[in-house]
């Protein structure tokens, strides 16, 4: 997979270079995989393990799906399904993503008035909330490490963190203004490299 | 009278689409006052209940809209409520995600996503610690989370294997008697 340095947001994978039965698989993972977030186990997948996505094209995919409304990994799997099979890709992903996630909410929900009170049940799930709680914060601070941000980058990041994780401000909120903030930037930086 | 329920179920969801910005968690007030407050499907202890299920389960959150359609209306309601659910701001990311690929190489589109990558990362961040928050409850969770966090900082494996570990860490530390 040769790299474009010049646009550091295009996918540098063709159109097609995934194929459907691909995508079907990994979202497939992904979904089944994804408890209590999918987004760490996303990025492991489409990152790590299949090498679909570089790390700063899925954080630009990632970026890209949070100011998007709906769920930031739905947006990623209709975007990334469709850079590699259209339409069909698209739909795939979408599918093979809410799938498992989809059964698996139902049958718990058929059982859940029966072991829901174990406190067997509340321990598990108590350690697995913790676990995944963990794995987001790890999985952010490893892109960050990864993604070699300017000083300027980590204020940012910083801002976005304490603005909406410390203070509790409202997430659309910081995004409109931060956003436009952190893009102005940029540009300003690419604009004196001219 | 089913048509017209389900009918109900599409248009409350679909006007709820747009609305979840970064996720259903955005939506939940809004989802909450149609699905209570207004139409009555279930009571807030039910939607408390059901909300839980979703975090439980495995995949995004916004199946907590396809456990209600299911609630209300079976596996009809359950289709219904998450294709009004997903498909609207889905057909959003796929148009936005086509006109940024034609003009991925203009150089604004660039410096705009490369941009927002810093904010992207500091919200994911926020999120982890809002759930950090909820789930730590004493030291064994706390010990739990840091060591996830570790675990993905350290190695290139699948995160799954720290949730199967904190989940049965969890479960000993019950068993043994341990004060969480």
Redesign the interface.
Known sequence: MQRDT??????SAAAGAVTLRQLFAGFLKI???????????AR?VIV??RAWLSE?EY??V??????????????AA??IG??FQG?AG?IVC?AS??T???V???A??AL?QHF?AL??VQ???????????????????????R?H?TA??????????V????LRLS??G??AV??PL??????LR?RRKK | MKDNLLWRIAVTFASL????????T?ALPGIHLQVVDVQHWMNDRTFA??YA???????????VV??IG??ISGLAG?AVA?AAM?L???I???I???I??RH??T??????????????????????????R????GI???V??????????RS?R???W??A???????S???LGLP?
């Open positions: 010049d646009s550091a947001s295009t996918f979904g089944l995989l994804g408890f209590g977030g999918v987004a760490p186990i492991h790590e393990d700063e954080a630009s990632m970026g890209v799906g949070q100011v998007l409304p709906g769920a930031n990994t739905i947006n209709v975007m469709d850079r339409i698209a979408l993503l809410m498992m996630p989809l698996i909410v139902t718990l929900g859940y829901a406190p067997q321990a598990a799930i108590s350690g697995s909330a913790a676990a995944a709680a963990g794995l987001v914060l790890g999985t952010a601070l490893k892109m960050a490490r993604l941000p300027t980058a980590i204020v940012f990041g910083l801002l976005a963190f603005a909406v994780g410390i997430l659309i910081s995004v931060l956003g952190s893009i102005g930037t940029a540009w690419h | 689409s747009f609305v979840a910005v970064g996720g259903v955005a209940n059901l299920l979703a975090q439980a389960a495995p995949g995004p959150n916004v199946i396809g456990l299911w609630h359950l998450m997903v609207p701001s889905s959003l990311a796929l936005v995600g086509r940024m690929h991925a190489n150089s604004w589109i660039v410096v705009a996503k490369t941009g927002l990558i810093p904010v992207t990362i500091g919200l994911i961040l926020a999120g982890g610690l809002v759930m950090a909820a789930a730590d409850r064994l969770t706390v739990i989370t840091l060591a996830a966090v570790v675990f993905v900082l290139e699948n995160p799954a720290a949730l570990a904190g989940t049965i860490v969890s479960l530390a019950w068993w969480r």
